[in-house]
Structure formats: structure tokens, C-alpha cells
């Protein structure tokens, strides 16, 4: 590749029309010539080879992707991780803005991620180390896009429950539990007052919890649960499965009781989350397995935020993440940026409900709600429920009484008082 050759790659955003281009934000670290190798970038992930041999024809000012945006942080003594590469040289640390038409793929999200973090990507010459951050859309490309069917304000709806968070719980023990016993558990967390009771992401269908006998006995519960209580529930029955069985397990589950859905999205693929977001008639739920795999290193990989803004645009009313503390692994600048992506706006698109979750319980939920700065959010705990000394019941009334003292603004401890439920969380925490 020639100096002139190189130059096709480059433009500022003043000469595209912006409306047409997605933008990238990666973190890279160049060896050698940056320029040379921010070019080989962007040929390799749209053009590559951009005429053929004989022609006087140049594809790149249609379909080339093009560096709009580029800060040197500076020379690194080596490459963050060891990556094996041919180029020879010094290695730069750099932060790149690059344009990418999306003519190039179209509203497809499978193709949009090849584009942008496939091979073109990943295996160019003299970019051994990339990281994906932020991906941007124009107005155009998300009128493509349906998005959540519900999202926070329809979630809100079905629960009549607003000015809050919402209550989730996960039933614990997992794994191992018949489906009568499951509901049963549920059924006392729905009285304590919980919002939704929900399938554990490890729990699947299988021999001995069939989503058949689970979701038949937990529709049962809930009826039974939002009739002794008053107000409505929701029990989040798991679907995840091969995709050509998705709709099936869908409709089943939500003709025996279950009025909200669980998918593990990256597992499944955005692709099937949004086949079954345009089928569903029930809120879409999404939990966060295999995000840490190629999210957690610092400066490889692809940033956690952008697979929370893929899964909002594939059509998830609600997504849990990775939460706050030290349990989850995560910094907690990259938490919030996550709520984040739920919450601001996104052309047409709803919000979803930001469920950022890891061993949380009573004694956590105020800092949670501090750290959110909103109401709106989900709030998940397992075993700060299920493994109450007082029960399932008295996990969930030791959450909401502990959303009172938030609301009263008074201390957890002094509201504990009479309160046993809370009591016991608070005493426990001090042993």
C-alpha cells in the first residue's frame, strides 16, 4: 500500500455525510507506521482489495471504512499482551475513530459484527492489539430497528409499580430443585414482595425441571401469589435453547403462566434475541453470560457497553449486567456506563430496564440506588433472599423494607428496629 493509497482511508467527518456511517471507537496499539497500519484497519474490516486488476475503478469512497478520529497516546515499550505478529517496529498506543457505511451490511446485526469486530478486525497487519469501545448509530440505520416492545415504562405497566425499583429475585438453590418445590419458593417470595421471581440463566430445560412442569407449576403460584396479595407478579421463566427451538419454548412457557421471558442473549446470539423480541408478546429479558470472556481485559477485546447497546437494539425490555463490587470483578465506571446505555436516549428506541446485579441484598440496595442516581433500575438478588435465615418471604420484606428506610431517610439500622426480617440481614452483616 503507497502513500496515495493510504490517503483513501482517511476523511473528516465534514467530508462524509455522516448519516450513512456508523462510528467505532477502538482502542489499538499500531506497530510501526500508524498510518500505514491504521489503513490496513479499515481496508480489512470493508474494501480490502477496493478495484480489480485492469480497471480504472476505485470502491473505497462508497463502501471503504475511513479514519475520522486519531490521538497517539504515545509509545509503549511492547504490546499489552503477547500477540504474535511479522510487522517490526515501535508500538504506539493509540485511540481511533473510524466511519464504517453501513451500506456495507444493512441492518443485520450477525453482519454488523463481523464488520466490525470479525476477522478484518482482529487479524490485521500491524494492529495485533484492538479493543472495540463504543459503537454510534445515525437516526437512518435504527429506524431499522423495532427495539424493546415494552421497555421500562411497559414493564412498570404490567407490574403497577413505579417510583421504585423493581424487585427481582433469583430462586435459589439453581440447580437440583423439583418444579413443585421451585414454585413453592417463588410462591413465599411473591408474599414478601417481591415483583418477579425468576429462573436462575444456569437453569435450562432438562430431565428433571422440565420448562413443561416448571412453568406450569410457577403460572399456577403466581396466579395464587398476585391473588393474596393484590398486586401483579411476574414469574421470568429461562428459554434459552437452540434458536430453531426458541419459539416453541416461548410459546409454551408463556401459555402455562409465564409472563416474562429469560434469554441468555450472547449465548443464543443477538440474531435469535431478536427474532424472538418481534415474536414475543411478554417482556424480554436478558442475562449477561459470556460478555466477561472477551470484555474483562482492559485493552483487547470488546468493551461490555457495546454488547449492552447491541442487546438493547436487538429488542431486550430488560438487561442484567455485571453489578457493583468486588464479587462481579467489574470497575464500577464500566458499570455505570452500562445502566447508562439502558437509560439515555437512543434515537426511537425504548429504554430498558439497567439490572446491574452480583450478591446483593437489603444491606445493598441503597448503594445501588446512590450509585444508579435514578429509580429505575432492577434490583436481583439471590441467596439475599433465598438464603434469609427467616426464608424467602422474609428475604423479600427485609428488600422492601429496606427500600422504606431509603425512602424515609433514615439508616437501615435504625429501621431495622421491629423489623425483624431486616433485623436479621443487619445483625448477620455485623457477625
Given at each position: 500500500?503507497?502513500?496515495?493509497?493510504?490517503?483513501?482511508?482517511?476523511?473528516s467527518p465534514e467530508q462524509?455525510?455522516?448519516?450513512?456511517?456508523?462510528?467505532?471507537?477502538?482502542?489499538?496499539?499500531?506497530?510501526?507506521?500508524?498510518?500505514?497500519?491504521?489503513?490496513?484497519?479499515?481496508?480489512?474490516?470493508?474494501?480490502?482489495?477496493?478495484?480489480?486488476?485492469?480497471?480504472?475503478?476505485?470502491?473505497?469512497?462508497?463502501?471503504?471504512?475511513?479514519?475520522?478520529?486519531?490521538?497517539?497516546?504515545?509509545?509503549?515499550?511492547?504490546?499489552?499482551?503477547?500477540?504474535?505478529?511479522?510487522?517490526?517496529?515501535?508500538?504506539?498506543?493509540?485511540?481511533?475513530?473510524?466511519?464504517?457505511?453501513?451500506?456495507?451490511?444493512?441492518?443485520?446485526?450477525?453482519?454488523?459484527?463481523?464488520?466490525?469486530?470479525?476477522?478484518?478486525?482482529?487479524?490485521?497487519?500491524?494492529?495485533?492489539?484492538?479493543?472495540?469501545?463504543?459503537?454510534?448509530?445515525?437516526?437512518?440505520?435504527?429506524?431499522?430497528?423495532?427495539?424493546?416492545?415494552?421497555?421500562?415504562?411497559?414493564?412498570?405497566?404490567?407490574?403497577?409499580?413505579?417510583?421504585?425499583?423493581?424487585?427481582?429475585?433469583?430462586?435459589?438453590?439453581?440447580?437440583?430443585?423439583?418444579?413443585?418445590?421451585?414454585?413453592?419458593?417463588?410462591?413465599?417470595?411473591?408474599?414478601?414482595?417481591?415483583?418477579?421471581?425468576?429462573?436462575?440463566?444456569?437453569?435450562?430445560?432438562?430431565?428433571?425441571?422440565?420448562?413443561?412442569?416448571?412453568?406450569?407449576?410457577?403460572?399456577?403460584?403466581?396466579?395464587?401469589?398476585?391473588?393474596?396479595?393484590?398486586?401483579?407478579?411476574?414469574?421470568?421463566?429461562?428459554?434459552?435453547?437452540?434458536?430453531?427451538?426458541?419459539?416453541?419454548?416461548?410459546?409454551?412457557?408463556?401459555?402455562?403462566?409465564?409472563?416474562?421471558?429469560?434469554?441468555?442473549?450472547?449465548?443464543?446470539?443477538?440474531?435469535?434475541?431478536?427474532?424472538?423480541?418481534?415474536?414475543?408478546?411478554?417482556?424480554?429479558?436478558?442475562?449477561?453470560?459470556?460478555?466477561?470472556?472477551?470484555?474483562?481485559?482492559?485493552?483487547?477485546?470488546?468493551?461490555?457497553?457495546?454488547?449492552?447497546?447491541?442487546?438493547?437494539?436487538?429488542?431486550l425490555d430488560s438487561v442484567?449486567?455485571?453489578?457493583?463490587?468486588?464479587?462481579?470483578?467489574?470497575?464500577?465506571?464500566?458499570?455505570?456506563?452500562?445502566?447508562?446505555?439502558?437509560?439515555?436516549?437512543?434515537?426511537?428506541?425504548?429504554?430498558?430496564?439497567?439490572?446491574?446485579?452480583?450478591?446483593?441484598?437489603?444491606?445493598?440496595?441503597?448503594?445501588?440506588?446512590?450509585?444508579?442516581?435514578?429509580?429505575?433500575?432492577?434490583?436481583?438478588?439471590?441467596?439475599?433472599?433465598?438464603?434469609?435465615?427467616?426464608?424467602?418471604?422474609?428475604g423479600a420484606r427485609s428488600?422492601?423494607?429496606?427500600?422504606?428506610?431509603?425512602?424515609?431517610?433514615?439508616?437501615?439500622?435504625?429501621?431495622?428496629?421491629?423489623?425483624?426480617?431486616?433485623?436479621?440481614?443487619?445483625?448477620?452483616?455485623?457477625?
Amino acid at each position: 500500500m503507497n502513500t496515495e493509497d493510504i490517503k483513501g482511508f482517511f476523511a473528516s467527518p465534514e467530508q462524509l455525510d455522516m448519516a450513512d456511517y456508523l462510528t467505532l471507537e477502538y482502542y489499538l496499539e499500531c506497530v510501526g507506521d500508524i498510518e500505514m497500519a491504521l489503513a490496513h484497519f479499515c481496508s480489512e474490516q470493508s474494501t480490502a482489495q477496493w478495484r480489480r486488476v485492469g480497471f480504472d475503478e476505485d470502491f473505497r469512497p462508497l463502501y471503504g471504512a475511513k479514519v475520522i478520529g486519531l490521538t497517539v497516546e504515545g509509545e509503549l515499550p511492547g504490546l499489552s499482551y503477547p500477540v504474535k505478529h511479522a510487522e517490526a517496529g515501535p508500538v504506539h498506543a493509540c485511540r481511533v475513530t473510524i466511519a464504517h457505511p453501513y451500506r456495507n451490511f444493512g441492518p443485520k446485526l450477525p453482519n454488523l459484527i463481523t464488520a466490525v469486530c470479525g476477522e478484518g478486525t482482529f487479524f490485521t497487519p500491524g494492529v495485533p492489539v484492538v479493543k472495540l469501545l463504543d459503537i454510534g448509530f445515525p437516526e437512518p440505520y435504527l429506524n431499522a430497528f423495532e427495539g424493546p416492545r415494552f421497555g421500562i415504562e411497559g414493564i412498570r405497566d404490567l407490574l403497577q409499580a413505579y417510583d421504585r425499583p423493581i424487585f427481582f429475585g433469583v430462586v435459589k438453590p439453581n440447580i437440583g430443585l423439583k418444579p413443585s418445590c421451585f414454585a413453592d419458593i417463588a410462591y413465599e417470595s411473591w408474599l414478601g414482595g417481591l415483583d418477579i421471581a425468576k429462573d436462575d440463566e444456569m437453569l435450562a430445560d432438562v430431565e428433571w425441571s422440565t420448562l413443561e412442569e416448571r412453568s406450569r407449576e410457577l403460572g399456577v403460584a403466581r396466579l395464587q401469589a398476585e391473588k393474596e396479595t393484590g398486586v401483579p407478579k411476574i414469574y421470568l421463566a429461562n428459554v434459552t435453547d437452540e434458536v430453531d427451538r426458541l419459539i416453541q419454548q416461548h410459546d409454551m412457557a408463556v401459555r402455562n403462566g409465564a409472563n416474562a421471558l429469560l434469554i441468555n442473549a450472547l449465548p443464543v446470539g443477538l440474531s435469535g434475541v431478536r427474532m424472538l423480541a418481534k415474536h414475543t408478546k411478554v417482556p424480554l429479558i436478558g442475562h449477561f453470560p459470556f460478555i466477561a470472556s472477551f470484555s474483562r481485559m482492559e485493552k483487547y477485546g470488546v468493551h461490555s457497553r457495546v454488547m449492552t447497546k447491541l442487546q438493547r437494539l436487538a429488542g431486550l425490555d430488560s438487561v442484567i449486567m455485571p453489578g457493583f463490587g468486588n464479587r462481579m470483578m467489574t470497575p464500577e465506571e464500566e458499570v455505570i456506563l452500562n445502566i447508562r446505555e439502558c437509560l439515555q436516549d437512543f434515537g426511537h428506541i425504548r429504554r430498558s430496564l439497567p439490572v446491574p446485579g452480583g450478591s446483593d441484598s437489603a444491606l445493598t440496595l441503597d448503594t445501588v440506588y446512590r450509585k444508579v442516581g435514578s429509580v429505575d433500575f432492577g434490583f436481583v438478588p439471590g441467596r439475599g433472599v433465598f438464603g434469609h435465615p427467616g426464608g424467602p418471604k422474609a428475604g423479600a420484606r427485609s428488600i422492601r423494607q429496606a427500600w422504606e428506610a431509603i425512602e424515609q431517610g433514615v439508616s437501615i439500622e435504625s429501621y431495622a428496629e421491629g423489623r425483624p426480617e431486616l433485623k436479621q440481614m443487619v445483625e448477620g452483616a455485623c457477625r
